[in-house]
């Protein structure tokens, strides 16, 4: 797409006398350019009514605000009726390379790349014409991110001025739905007789705790069966049945559990480390447990003035929750426990960690972004050596740089190879779209292994990378994959 551009009409006068002033073609490729334009990211469209705005939600949890009555047109008159709202969303390389929209910012003659927390692009038509905020009007924006840092600034891409704009800055806020979904776990993995399944390391301190819960602490049948063997036999095989290891270890200390004081020896416990317990350990009588961090608890066995063993624990639930439970249905519920467990850690992996939000007084691309910092980069003149030759007249082969967090695309068209620095970052890697489209690769096992003393020793060496024809291009999944996403 050509642009425009004018030249003031008093410079043209004192160049060219009485001359009509003249239309100046400027032959600058689209601003936003998707290297394969059927692989650009789509739109989520949504029509809504211009007069009642509307709040658009998405799948990823980020939240689109309309206002009332805020929308024009292109002669600033106010538009009703339905409009759509076409919404999208950038949160990793793939989605940045294949979209074109740059991430270079310009300023005071340096340029920085960006590394993002999230992009998007909100855009407005009715009837195929373009749509806009009305002056004075925003529209709001919460993004979801997973970066929950604070140091990110906000943009604005100006596609007339050919860059990045600052529009300020925001803490995030804490995800609501995230929040509500790790309760739900909590209230899953805490529920009394619903901690299923025990973990392979799990333990009750000594049969005596066992025997009390066995009776329901009724002293009278505990005091009939202390010592006959069969009731052993019986106690210490239901607690197996559950998956549960009697250690006959001597612990006098109580702990705090959901507000009220239980002893030691009347709780499961998980041993947090593979490491077995020692034998001689159950002729202790000094064993020592004491808080550490949070519900982790460290476990000092002492046997003497000889022998001494350190470990974590951590209690999982009172053993009267484990045996209110019957041994024939535990199983089953363990089956459904876990699926539920596993169905609210789905929903979480894919809700985002924190909401981003600004408002936006007109349409267009924005970018939630620091500066990206690269570990101890080393300047070399580059040259990539693609398996082929290539018809640079018709095609000019531009290399993307990915760095390792996948949150950066740093595009390097041929001039500016000269300006390459390796970079101490063992996931980065570099592809390129050969026409096709294919895909010509740098893996990142490639770039671990280039010899950066070797490098440092010359100033400034020259160094060729060789990239490696992988294939077609077909679609985002693919590319991911290939990245390693």
Not at 54 to 72: D, K, N, Q
Not at 154 to 179: K, V
Not at 252 to 271: F, L, N, R, T
Not at 341 to 365: D, T
Request: glycine fraction near 6%; hydrophobic fraction near 40%; include cysteine.
């Amino acid at each position: 797409m050509k642009t425009l551009r004018f030249i003031p009409l008093f410079f043209l006068i004192s160049l060219l006398g009485c001359k009509e002033p003249q239309l100046i073609v400027d032959n600058q490729p689209p601003l936003i350019n998707p290297p394969v334009p059927a692989l650009d990211p789509a739109f989520d469209t949504k029509s809504i009514d211009a007069g009642q705005g509307a709040i658009l939600r998405y799948e990823t949890g980020s939240v689109v605000v309309i206002p009332p009555a805020a929308l024009v047109d292109g002669q600033g008159q106010p538009v009703t009726g339905n409009v759509d709202i076409s919404f999208r969303e950038f949160h990793n390389a793939a989605d940045i390379l294949l979209s074109g929209i740059p991430m270079a910012y310009d300023s005071a003659g340096q340029t920085q790349q960006f590394q993002t927390a999230g992009m998007f692009e909100l855009r407005a038509s009715k009837d195929g014409q373009k749509v806009f905020l009305g002056e004075g009007s925003m529209a709001q924006v919460k993004l979801a991110s997973q970066e929950t840092e604070d140091n990110y600034n906000f943009y604005r891409l100006d596609e007339e001025a050919r860059g990045w704009q600052y529009e300020g800055q925001r803490s995030p806020e804490i995800n609501e739905s995230t929040f509500e979904i790790n309760q739900r776990l909590a209230e899953l993995k805490n529920t009394p007789g619903k901690m299923k399944p025990l973990g392979r390391n799990a333990f009750a301190f000594n049969y005596e705790g066992l025997l009390d819960v066995f009776y329901n602490e009724n002293q009278n049948l505990i005091y009939e069966n202390w010592g006959k063997a069969g009731t052993k036999i019986k106690v210490l095989s239901k607690a197996r049945a559950y998956g549960l290891e009697c250690l006959d270890f001597t612990v006098y200390q109580h702990i705090e559990w959901k507000g009220q004081s239980i002893p030691a020896c009347m709780m499961v416990w998980d041993h947090l480390n593979d490491k077995p317990f020692p034998k001689w350990a159950k002729n202790g009588w000094s064993h020592k447990l004491m808080r550490y961090d949070g519900d982790i608890y460290k476990l000092v066995l002492i046997d003497g003035e000889i022998n001494y063993f350190l470990t974590w624990v951590k209690p999982v639930m009172p053993l009267r929750d484990l045996f209110a439970v019957p041994v024939s249905g535990w199983e089953e519920q363990s089956a459904e426990i876990k699926a539920a467990i596993a169905a609210e850690e789905a929903r979480l992996a894919n809700e985002a960690a924190v909401m981003r939000s600004f408002e936006v007084r007109e349409f267009g691309v924005y970018n939630w972004d620091r500066f990206l910092k690269e570990e101890d980069p080393i300047p070399v003149f580059a040259n990539f050596d693609f398996g082929s030759e290539l018809n640079e007249e018709i095609f000019e082969p531009v290399v993307f740089y990915l760095p390792g967090d996948n949150r950066s695309v740093v595009k390097m068209p041929k001039f500016a190879w000269k300006e390459f620095a390796v970079a101490n970052d063992p996931d980065a890697r570099m592809i390129s779209i050969l026409p096709g489209p294919r895909i010509a690769l740098y893996s990142k096992q490639k770039y671990r292994a280039i010899d950066r003393d070797a490098l440092r020793k010359g100033e400034k060496p020259s160094y060729t990378f060789a990239m490696e024809d992988i294939g077609a291009l077909e679609s985002q999944e693919q590319l991911m994959k290939i990245l390693g996403m």
